[in-house]
């Protein structure tokens, strides 16, 4: 469901076009966006939980600040649904920085949050604006179990330079070559992994991936940093302080003509509150053992926060 391609604006594309059914949510009802009116809002989402569970928290809020809101969720990929908020098809949608960048600009080099912040910016065209990007990111990671982190005492990526040597490390088999991947570990942190030590497991960082780290059949893994197998094993994701993996905050994107002064107030004070950790909480809820609806998680988390009440 995540990054799995051949090369990072493919990865772009392809980190939120994995999942979901063969139905259209934008040719189904023939309903459209909501046209013209700036109080009102149809909210779309990615087709993976997260997109759907932070869709449905950005509704619930703007229905507290007296918005019209309302979700077509599990639109596709980022080829599907850029384009439909350009033309109003949908309104608002939540995004991820550094692969939005990468979209609109498959040049751009921007790892770090403010950089990418300001080329996100300026990628931006006339028919679209982004709000405050939230803390909380999804992102590329280097997992170890908590064994493997206490024994070699690891906190950063850096730390695993030493025992390079002994890493035996999965994930999707571009990140043998991606620049981000195996390449990027070495040049930015010293960790160079033998090749014979690279096990290619094409599932994204899903299941397969988290079996082969949890049962010691590999060292280290490239997970995400919201994945909920991290709390469920244990695991430790260890810090990328040099930024090889380009930031990826949650970015709430809509259609310009909707630009108003308390829209932009209720999408930063919901970006206020998205962490990382609240992240993984709420896919944790989803997807863990509550199977919680991500609708539902979306309401009690708006709740907990304090965002169904009007944004001072």
Same mark, same amino acid.
Not at 30 to 38: A, F, I, L, M, T
Not at 55 to 78: C, E, H, P, V
Not at 168 to 187: H, I, N, Y
Not at 242 to 255: G, R, T
């Given at each position: ?20 059914? #063969? ?13 013209? #009116? ?29 918005? #019209? ?13 850029? +384009? ?28 770090? +949050? ?18 405050? +990007? ?41 990140? $043998? ?14 960790? #160079? ?13 899903? +299941? ?38 380009? $930031? ?65």
């Amino acid at each position: 469901m995540r990054v799995a391609a051949t090369a990072l604006v493919a990865a772009a594309a392809l980190t939120l076009s994995a999942c979901g059914g #063969d139905s259209d949510p934008l040719s189904s009802g023939g309903e459209g966006g909501s046209g013209g #009116d700036p109080n009102t809002i149809v909210v779309g989402s990615a087709n993976f939980t997260e997109s759907e569970i932070i869709a449905n928290i950005y509704a619930d809020a703007l229905k507290a600040n007296g918005f #019209d809101a309302s979700t077509r969720l599990s639109i596709g990929s980022r080829e599907a649904y850029i +384009p439909a908020v350009r033309d109003g098809s949908i309104d608002l949608i939540p995004d991820y920085t550094g692969n939005l960048l990468l979209y609109l600009d498959p040049e751009a080099t921007a790892t770090a +949050p403010d950089e990418v912040n300001t080329a996100l910016t300026a990628a931006l065209s006339d028919d679209l604006l982004a709000s405050t +990007p939230a803390p909380g990111e999804d992102k590329d990671a280097v997992v170890v179990t908590r064994d493997t982190a206490t024994r070699w005492n690891l906190t950063n990526i850096a730390d695993l330079a030493p025992y390079a040597g002994e890493v035996k490390f999965g994930g999707p088999p571009e990140f $043998a070559e991606r620049p981000v991947g195996l390449p990027g570990l070495r040049d930015k942190y010293g960790v #160079d992994i033998p090749a014979a030590n690279f096990v290619p497991i094409s599932d994204g960082g899903g +299941p397969a991936t988290v079996a082969a780290l949890a049962a010691g059949d590999i060292t280290a893994a490239n997970l995400f940093t919201t994945t909920p197998a991290i709390v469920e094993n244990d695991f430790v994701a260890l810090g990328d302080p040099d930024n090889n993996f380009p $930031a990826q905050n949650v970015v709430p994107v809509y259609n310009s003509s909707k630009k108003s002064d308390k829209l932009t107030a209720v999408l930063d004070a919901v970006s206020a509150k998205l962490t990382t950790v609240e992240l993984l909480a709420l896919n944790q809820e989803v997807s863990g053992d509550a199977k919680t609806e991500p609708a539902a998680a979306a309401n009690a988390w708006v709740v907990e926060q304090g965002l169904d009440k009007p944004v001072s």
